[in-house]
């Protein structure tokens, strides 16, 4: 399925129904007065958390999207129905946006979780709510009102507590593969990941945290080389970002400066992203190129206060040790700040 993380949709909510002029016509009853009921209400827009959905495609085609109208009140003091509410279903980790003014209109992460972004109109009162000692019998009803019209812009960012960080082909899906049941595509050739993948690793049988591979970035993604910043909003509400570098060499690049090049990437596209803990990781450590390096990568980062860690998504060397490592981040980091702390600007 098509992966899509960002659409527009214009939404209406449904017009009230008109009240009703209408008059009790019985034989027995002279001056039988009013009773033409009211309309009914328009039916509501909501968006409500689907987890079983992953992207937004559903929502991605060009379209108005409208609720039911309330019908209009009737003689013998008969309302009208209400218009019947469009639910619309998206995927855990959707925010809401107003498309124009921006304005942050509902955060849907839990299962069910449900926010109302139209509101349908009132029903306008039937005739019978105008009948006064002086005028028994009122010609007057009122029109229902307008439905809400708004135009939205849905943005998905998927919710994992942990995020690989790194150039193209350093190994991140490799590594997811070998830590978690999720298979993303792996391939010897840059931007093998086209889209993000999550995968769910088990500490013990009581904890578990969810680990997303992104997109490699390249320097000038902020300017939009390679495939530019876009996916770095599904690290947004990480607690913890894993670094994986490539120190064997054999690509030609120095991992010390890929490490830095990613980090001013991330501090020009969105500071709370680079003010997020990192874990950094030397990858394919199954290659001997990569173990003649290791001690001198090593060196370089413990100079700067910050420990360098092993692992061959291959092999599964280092694996289990390192993801205990970034569990027990995750945990500190989310004790430290709850789920609930603002969230980081939008990529």
């Given at each position: 399925?098509?992966?899509?993380?960002?659409?527009r949709?214009?939404?209406?909510?449904?017009?009230?129904?008109?009240?009703?002029?209408?008059?009790?016509?019985?034989?027995?009853?002279?001056?039988?007065?009013?009773?033409?009921?009211?309309?009914?209400?328009?039916?509501?827009?909501?968006?409500?958390?689907?987890?079983?959905?992953?992207?937004?495609?559903?929502?991605?085609?060009?379209?108005?999207?409208?609720?039911?109208?309330?019908?209009?009140?009737?003689?013998?003091?008969?309302?009208?129905?209400?218009?019947?509410?469009l639910v619309?279903?998206?995927?855990?980790?959707?925010?809401?946006?107003?498309?124009?003014?921006?304005e942050?209109?509902?955060?849907?992460?839990?299962a069910?979780?449900?926010?109302?972004?139209?509101?349908?109109?009132r029903g306008?009162?039937?005739?019978?709510?105008f009948?006064?000692?002086?005028?028994?019998?009122p010609?007057?009803?009122?029109?229902?009102?307008?439905?809400?019209?708004?135009?939205?812009?849905?943005?998905?960012r998927v919710?994992?507590?942990?995020?690989?960080?790194?150039?193209?082909?350093?190994g991140?899906?490799?590594?997811?593969?070998?830590?978690?049941?999720?298979?993303?595509?792996?391939?010897?050739?840059?931007?093998?990941?086209?889209?993000?993948?999550?995968?769910v690793?088990?500490?013990d049988d009581?904890w578990?945290?969810?680990?997303?591979?992104?997109?490699?970035?390249?320097?000038?993604a902020?300017?939009?080389?390679?495939?530019?910043t876009?996916?770095?909003?599904?690290?947004?509400?990480?607690?913890?970002?894993?670094?994986?570098l490539?120190?064997s060499?054999?690509?030609g690049?120095?991992?010390?400066?890929?490490?830095?090049?990613?980090?001013r990437?991330?501090?020009?596209?969105?500071?709370?992203?680079?003010q997020?803990?990192?874990?950094?990781?030397?990858g394919k450590?199954?290659?001997a190129?990569?173990?003649?390096?290791l001690?001198?990568?090593?060196?370089?980062?413990?100079?700067?206060?910050?420990?360098?860690?092993?692992?061959?998504?291959?092999?599964?060397?280092?694996?289990?040790?390192?993801?205990?490592?970034?569990?027990?981040?995750?945990r500190?980091?989310?004790?430290?700040?709850?789920?609930?702390a603002?969230?980081?600007?939008?990529?």
């Amino acid at each position: 399925m098509k992966f899509v993380d960002e659409v527009r949709v214009r939404v209406a909510a449904g017009d009230g129904g008109r009240g009703c002029v209408s008059f009790r016509r019985e034989k027995y009853v002279p001056r039988g007065g009013p009773n033409g009921g009211d309309g009914g209400d328009g039916g509501d827009v909501l968006l409500a958390v689907d987890p079983g959905l992953a992207t937004l495609v559903d929502l991605s085609y060009p379209q108005h999207l409208r609720a039911g109208r309330g019908e209009h009140g009737r003689g013998k003091d008969q309302h009208g129905a209400c218009g019947a509410d469009l639910v619309l279903r998206v995927p855990p980790g959707t925010l809401v946006y107003d498309a124009e003014t921006e304005e942050l209109l509902a955060d849907l992460r839990a299962a069910g979780e449900r926010a109302v972004v139209a509101r349908g109109g009132r029903g306008g009162r039937g005739n019978m709510h105008f009948a006064t000692p002086t005028n028994r019998a009122p010609r007057r009803a009122e029109p229902g009102t307008p439905g809400e019209q708004r135009a939205l812009r849905l943005e998905l960012r998927v919710l994992a507590d942990a995020g690989l960080l790194g150039f193209p082909n350093v190994g991140k899906s490799t590594l997811v593969r070998a830590v978690s049941a999720a298979r993303p595509r792996v391939a010897d050739y840059p931007f093998t990941t086209l889209v993000p993948h999550l995968g769910v690793v088990r500490l013990d049988d009581e904890w578990s945290f969810v680990l997303a591979d992104v997109p490699g970035l390249i320097e000038g993604a902020h300017a939009g080389h390679g495939l530019g910043t876009r996916f770095l909003r599904h690290l947004a509400r990480t607690a913890v970002l894993v670094h994986l570098l490539d120190v064997s060499g054999l690509t030609g690049r120095d991992p010390l400066a890929d490490f830095d090049a990613l980090n001013r990437e991330l501090a020009l596209t969105s500071p709370a992203l680079a003010q997020k803990p990192q874990i950094v990781v030397a990858g394919k450590l199954d290659l001997a190129e990569t173990r003649a390096r290791l001690p001198a990568a090593h060196r370089a980062l413990a100079a700067r206060g910050i420990a360098l860690y092993g692992v061959s998504g291959a092999t599964g060397e280092g694996a289990a040790a390192l993801m205990r490592v970034v569990g027990e981040a995750v945990r500190a980091a989310r004790a430290a700040a709850p789920a609930a702390a603002t969230l980081a600007a939008p990529a």
